[in-house]
């Protein structure tokens, strides 16, 4: 029997209800004891989808948790959760009580979380307690919560936004350099699209892409989506002017093929670029992904996002948003000690080189750059936009729901391109006005 | 003597009494309890919910959440607003999708039901594949459908444009206008075997020597379909439109597996947007408030129906 969802959602809900009745009479424990005593415990850990599939994560953690249990004699219940479930999963477990110990967060989510005090602060304390004073990128910590407050976790995997680019696709076409302003972007990707071939491709039907790329585009012309007060200002000429040109790859300028507008699952305009039928692609620590789809990192080149016009300085010199993976403790653990000692573990420094280097991500403390595979090319130009030039998206209460409706709303402009209807600046600023109204009434 | 014993058995007697007539209840009440805790609970919770102003910074603690009285029902129901406005064309897309799935999924049930009425060799065979859409769980066959319509590398495109070369380029399934298409043609394919199930069954209770009887009178199959086999399913049919009506104004898997959790705007269904009001944009208080409201819109249309067809049939036995 097919169940109806109203109901099925009331039901959720109740089971919260009842759920989290039955643990607030008897959760408030779970403080004290030596770090002895942990011993024994069983930790339950989700991990999000780093590795391109769940399979493949589960297979780089496993080595991991088991050197865990074998320093520590804690043991490690390991799941990793699709993108696509991960926040609601957090969120199910936040209104139940009903979660695992420890959980990974892309870190644009902070501020979300943190406004619904589901995870345990990490005071000075806790950071002394896991080793991490001054040890974390401080551009990389920055997005662990709202300014001025405890943050919610720790950075483990951090990445940032490039341009990825095929070396003999740029040879055949004589490109000699890779773009460094979107003129030169566009003009180079109007020269590498021919029958089978875009010049870029987007994954235009996903929600935290899109939002990332409108961030970043509408903050290169002086766009901002939330005033210095915190509330949101969507609907700006800069903003209309960042969105458009992000659509307009596909709507003007016609440099990516209109079927990505499906693409959603968050692999495919990767895929594209892996095999051959996208030049150019924007796209944040992509090597181990690129490697899976069987691309050779010889075959690519990676480049800083290109900018307005050609070097600015400022505020408007920003190429990528500060991305990365936090580690968080949800608040009614059972288990505080034994997951903080697992924090501690996942943010020294071996276990930094060995988990960034299998995800092709960057370390998030400075003692693990040390190992020669950060001494690549791709890494040192990630690093350094990373340190320089990335900005952290807006650390608001309101943020995960300025991701979903400016995802959304990318991704039906999107859909208007693929359908050969023209995307003016009205149609963007009508659809941003919309966006905006739903965030505030959701608020 | 039997007057000395009335006053010691007449109590025992009356408590005789009270235990057998107790005992069906008896009987009954962990099924009533199961069903207070399955359904009657969650939608009571599900309606307190809706006046409370629950967001993100209460769900850990939704107790606290502040009442919000009628506001979020006015908040679902002001046209105006971004959010009422998209409810509004979501509850005219569910109606328009619903009338056509029952529809299509009535009239193709139906019609293979009367085809396989009489027995012909494989006909075993062919009634149980039939069904095969309605076994299959429900992601399944809607993720398949899903790769099927996908533009570039989908089934459906292969064959509309590379074989048949109907469309000079390829059109879009899952996004814009087709998107409605695609969505219906997914419902139909999962919804009309139950249909096909249901009307099988009814056709077996209708007396063969009527058929005979009408073939003696010389009608046709027209007219025997007409005339008997309608008539006859008419209390099949009243049941089985409704629950088609219910599940399908209802249905959630379909839609949110073919489009994920932002539905082109020409398929959003009312489902996935009471879907996003609370999950996405994190509003609980005013998620519950459209479940309730969808709740009322359904008992009222599910009373006028049956008040309806079991007046027209009360007035056509009479």
């Known amino acids: 029997m097919r169940s109806s969802r109203p109901a099925l959602l009331t039901l959720a809900v109740a089971t919260a209800l ?99 005090g589901a995870f345990l602060p990490i005071s000075d304390d806790v950071m002394k307690q896991i080793n991490g004073t001054g040890r974390f990128l401080p551009g990389a910590l ?35 350099q890779p773009p460094t302003t979107w003129d030169e972007f566009v003009a180079d990707g109007k020269k590498l699209t021919k029958s089978g071939q875009w010049g870029t491709s987007v994954e235009a039907a996903q929600t935290p892409e899109n939002a990332h790329h409108a961030f970043t585009f509408a903050k290169q012309l002086g766009g901002s989506f939330y005033d210095s007060s915190g509330k949101p200002t969507f609907d700006t000429p800069q903003n209309v002017a960042g969105i458009k040109r992000y659509v307009d790859f596909m709507a003007a300028d016609k440099i990516a093929n209109p079927s990505d507008a499906e693409y959603s ?9 892996a095999t051959g039928k996208a030049a150019m692609l924007l796209w944040q620590s992509a090597d181990a992904t690129l490697a899976q789809y069987g691309m050779n990192p010889s075959q690519y080149g990676v480049a800083p996002v290109p900018f307005d016009a050609a070097s600015p300085s400022g505020p408007n ?41 299998a995800y092709s991500s960057l370390p998030s403390v400075s003692d693990a750059y040390g190992d020669p595979a950060f001494q690549t090319q791709t890494v040192k130009t990630l690093q350094s936009v990373l340190a320089n030039s990335a900005a952290p998206m807006p650390a608001v209460a309101t943020e995960s729901q300025f991701e979903t409706v400016i995802g959304a709303a990318v991704q039906n402009l ?14 963007v600023a009508a659809q941003l006005d919309q966006a905006q109204q739903k965030l505030q009434a959701g608020g | 003597m039997a007057e000395a014993r009335t006053p010691a058995a007449h109590p025992s007697r009356n408590w005789a009494r009270v235990r057998r007539a107790g005992l069906p209840y008896l009987l009954l009440l962990p099924a009533v309890l199961f069903e207070l805790l399955v359904h009657v609970v969650p939608m009571l919770v599900g309606i307190y919910m809706s006046f409370k102003h629950l967001t993100e910074f209460f769900i850990r603690n939704w107790g606290a959440a502040p009442a919000a009285g009628f506001g979020n029902y006015r908040f679902a129901l002001d046209f105006n607003g971004a959010i009422g406005k998209q409810l509004l064309e979501s509850f005219g897309t569910t109606c328009e999708f619903t009338v056509l799935t029952v529809g299509l999924s009535w009239l193709l049930g139906t019609g293979a039901a009367v ?57 879009f399934w899952l996004i ?110 005013s998620g519950s408030a459209m479940s309730v409201l969808l709740l009322l819109f359904l008992l009222v249309v599910t009373a006028v129906y049956l008040l309806l067809t079991n007046w027209r049939r009360r007035s056509s036995d009479a």
């Open chain 1, 18 to 116: 009842l759920a989290s009745a039955c643990s607030s009479s008897g959760g408030s424990g779970g403080s004290g004891g030596s770090s002895g005593s942990a011993a024994g415990t069983t930790l339950t850990y989700w991990a999000s989808d780093q590795g391109g599939s769940i399979a493949q994560d589960v297979k780089v953690l496993t080595p991991e948790l088991d050197a865990f249990t074998k320093q520590t004699g804690i043991k490690v219940k390991l799941e990793v959760i699709g993108w696509n479930d991960l926040l609601n999963r957090i969120l199910a477990a936040t209104s139940s009580g009903q979660g695992p110990d420890l959980v990974n967060i892309g870190n644009t989510w902070s501020a979300s979380l943190q406004a619904t």
């Open chain 1, 317 to 357: 010199h920003v190429d990528s948003i500060v991305a990365g993976i936090n580690l968080s403790v949800f608040a009614n653990t059972k288990h505080k000690d034994a997951a903080l000692q697992f924090m501690k573990f996942m943010t020294s420094q071996q276990t930094q080189m060995d988990l960034n280097k």
């Open chain 1, 414 to 427: 999107f859909a208007d391109a693929a359908a050969g209807k023209p995307v003016t600046d009205a149609s």
């Open chain 2, 115 to 171: 085809l396989m009425q009489d027995p012909f060799r494989g006909r075993g065979l062919l009634r149980t594949y039939f069904l095969v859409p309605y076994a299959l769980p429900a992601y399944t066959a809607a993720i398949t459908w899903e790769f099927m319509f996908q533009r570039d590398t989908g089934l459906v495109n292969t064959l509309l444009v590379k074989d048949l070369h109907l469309f000079r380029t390829a059109p």
């Open chain 1, 142 to 176: 920055a997005a662990t919560g709202a300014p001025g407050q405890p943050p919610v976790g720790v950075p483990i995997y951090s990445m940032a936004y490039g341009l990825y680019y095929n070396k003999a696709m740029f040879q055949a076409a004589g490109i000699a």
């Open chain 2, 176 to 285: 814009g206008g087709n998107s409605f298409w695609a969505l219906l043609i997914t419902a139909v394919w999962r919804t009309w075997p139950f249909a096909f199930l249901v009307v099988t069954a009814g056709l077996q209770n209708i007396p063969g020597d009527l058929y005979e009887a009408a073939a003696l009178d010389g009608a046709g199959m027209w007219q025997r379909i007409r005339s008997i086999t309608l008539p006859q399913l008419r209390p099949v049919n009243q049941v089985l439109v409704l629950v088609l009506f219910l599940w399908n104004f209802n249905d959630f898997n379909t839609p949110y597996t073919l489009f994920g959790n932002v539905p082109p705007p020409q398929a959003n269904l009312i489902s996935v947007q009471i879907y996003d009001t609370s999950f996405q944009n994190w509003n609980f208080g």
């Open chain 1, 265 to 273: 699952n968050g692999t495919e305009a990767v895929k594209d670029f």
